[in-house]
């Protein structure tokens, strides 16, 4: 269970604050698939890393598996399996299995536990064919599989994708739609950012919007087709970001 209680983060840009977000409260329970919404700068990343023990909250509190980010964050990283946009955080120079095993041993698995995993991560994602090539000539779509594979290699049970298909082709995309739907079946608690609709609607048991830097709406995704009247995410979205807007206005 992930409990994220009035938080909100602020930078110190020079002498301003920049306030990523504020007063943020919503709570996630084991084996939730939650889509986190929201539009360029929202806080979505932020947020995700706040929740990854990455960032301190400048007020209010995240307990994740009941422990505290900022007072147990060891505790929750052996527990968290975490994947941020733009950075895969693989070495060029290695190959995919070195790679996985490097990993692998950061959380202090055995050889012969970091082999089985590997052969089935390799398997779940189709990679046993490059498993051996260095990542450094992979393409992109390639490239995002081990490093989702990395994100899993611990079998963690709470998994955090920030905009996780965002550049990637057809194919790539629909691994990653295949993926989540595994994870959610083996009771797998996901919080993954999208700007991507449908891949929310699809995927997701329940959507947290951000709009500017606070929470906007949280909830199941059926309450909030049932309280909107319509089932098209895309056009609540952005209903919903217009009554934001009429809101700061007034
Ligand atoms: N390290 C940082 N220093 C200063 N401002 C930041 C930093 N990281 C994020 N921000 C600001 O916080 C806000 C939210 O950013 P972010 O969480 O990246 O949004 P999103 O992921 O939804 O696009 C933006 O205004 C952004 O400029
Ligand atoms: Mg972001």
């Known amino acids: 269970m992930i409990e994220i209680n009035q938080v909100t983060k602020k930078f110190q840009d020079k002498k301003t604050y920049v306030t990523a977000f504020k007063h943020v409260t919503f709570t996630v329970n084991k084996g939730q698939v939650v889509g986190l919404l929201g539009e360029n700068g929202a806080g979505k990343t932020t947020l995700l890393r706040s ?3 990455l960032l301190t909250p400048t007020d209010g509190s995240i307990s994740v598996a009941g422990f505290d980010t900022v007072k147990n964050s060891d505790s929750i990283k052996r527990k968290i399996g975490v994947l941020f946009g733009g950075e895969t955080g693989l070495y060029d120079r290695l190959t995919a299995r070195e790679n996985l095993e490097y990993f692998a041993a950061l959380y202090g698995m055995s050889k012969h536990e970091t082999k089985v995993r590997i052969e089935e991560l390799a398997k779940m994602f189709g990679m046993k064919d490059y498993l051996n090539r260095k990542v450094g000539g992979f393409s992109k779509g390639m490239r995002q599989k081990v490093a989702i594979a990395r994100t899993l290699i611990h079998n963690p049970d709470i998994i955090l994708f920030d905009e996780p298909t965002t550049g990637l082709d057809i ?3 629909n691994v990653f739609r295949q993926l989540v739907h595994q994870l959610k079946r ?5 919080i993954f950012s ?4 449908e891949e929310v609607s699809m995927l997701c048991d329940s959507v947290a919007m951000m709009h500017k830097g606070e929470l906007v709406h949280h909830g199941s995704l059926e309450a909030l087709y049932k309280s909107e ?7 609540i979205f952005m209903s919903k970001l217009v009554r934001g807007n009429e809101d700061y206005a007034s």
């Open 51 to 53: 929740i990854a023990t």
């Open 171 to 173: 194919t790539s995309s």
């Open 186 to 190: 083996d009771g797998k608690t996901i």
């Open 194 to 197: 999208s700007h991507i609709m």
């Open 229 to 235: 009247g319509s089932r098209d995410l895309n056009y």
